[in-house]
């Protein structure tokens, strides 16, 4: 007759294995003979990589020559991950910048939130080896908050990947007093390493919510509720006990997806010119006119309401049509952030495309890569209908 002690032992382990077959529970102890997860945790940088001089500092930290938290300080802070995966980390942040010279005044703020094209393109193609390494079982990738609803956007646009792929990040240093980053990482490792977030497309995970990279987006400067999908909601969540999801994307994604890494142009700077534009009362035109003399090939207009550029003669809706006279592909989004852009007679007449619901960084982003396999307005319109 087995004791209590085994009993206990055994109901445990199989607690365990259910959860790594479903969803990913946190144990109270590690069983003997465990194979966990394997977690790759690569670092973008952001806040939850920054220190602050003091506790109470969560708004004036980072900058050139501050001290930073590396991927193996986050594995010796945060033994807890032990418990769930096993975990190896990377470091893909840019080289840290020189510390200002002596009597050179400190620039105030917290860290700088903007990624180059160039770590994009190394984090995808690193991402896309790890899709084919069999040693690898899911990975997390933390990112500051402010541009880290593009960089996975842009992942799950050119990645083909099954595994799980979870962005997180923090509105709070790693040393401020109640930071978030530490459980949000610790939250992203879990929902990385369970089976059930494979082949959903990139995921974000932050204050307990998943939210796929489409949808997701930033709403607050610095309260710890600041992601959101505004239009359909979190798919899943990450309570203290297990990870769930209710839903799952529809739209194309990763192994989905028609768009590679690899078959974009091996130089970012060489991706097909698109920016993006602001519509508000009496918005000028020669803001288009100036973009389409500097020859880009696409411009994203941020329209007000359904999503409409500014009328008039001197206004957004002339020098569109100036534009597209030159071969530039005009897409439109909704300011609001709420409701979708519809395809409506009068904007086919006007041949602009509607960019759904998607936020204008979003939209450039598409339509980059759109541009690098199609000009044709169809196939366009097609493509943002199904992204």
Known sequence: MKTFAQLSRTALIGVVFCGALHAQEIPKILPPGLQLPRITLLSMGG????????????????????????????????????????ITTE????????????????????????????????????????????????????????????????????????KPVVFVGSQRPWTALSGDGPLNLLNAVRVAATPAAAGKGVLHCMNQNINPA??????????????????????GVADPDVVKFYTEPVRRHTFKSEFNIADLPADPKALP??????????????????????????????????????????????????????????????RTRGG??????????????????????KARMLL???LTKTTDPKELKRIFDEY
């Open 47 to 86: 806040t939850i990589a920054s220190r602050g001089d003091t506790r109470l500092n969560v708004t004036n930290y980072g900058g050139p020559g501050a001290p930073r938290v590396d991927p193996e300080h986050w594995v010796a802070d945060l033994p807890d991950m032990a418990l769930v995966a096993r």
């Open 91 to 162: 470091d893909f942040r840019p080289p840290q910048p020189p510390p200002p010279a002596p009597g050179t005044p400190a620039t105030s703020g917290s860290a700088p939130g903007g990624t180059s094209s160039e770590q994009l393109y190394k984090v995808a193609r690193r991402l896309q080896e790890l899709a084919s390494d069999d040693t690898v079982d899911g990975i997390v990738v933390t990112h500051g908050t402010n541009t880290m609803a593009e960089s996975a956007w842009f992942m799950n646009l050119v990645v083909s990947i099954r």
């Open 214 to 235: 489409r949808d997701v987006t930033k709403l607050s400067a610095y309260r710890m509720e600041t992601f959101h999908s505004i239009d359909l909601g979190v798919i």
């Open 273 to 334: 010119a698109v920016e993006c534009v602001y519509a508000y009362t009496e918005a000028p035109g020669y803001l288009i006119d100036a973009l389409t003399e500097r020859g880009v090939k696409g411009i994203i207009v941020d329209g007000t309401g359904a999503g409409s550029p500014t009328g008039g003669p001197t206004g957004q809706t002339e020098a569109i049509k100036r534009a597209q006279a030159k071969g530039i592909v005009v897409a439109v989004t909704a």
């Open 340 to 361: 979708r852009v519809q395809d409506t007679p009068r904007r086919r007449e006007s041949g602009i495309i509607p960019a759904d619901n998607l936020t204008p960084e």
């Open 368 to 370: 980059q890569v759109a």
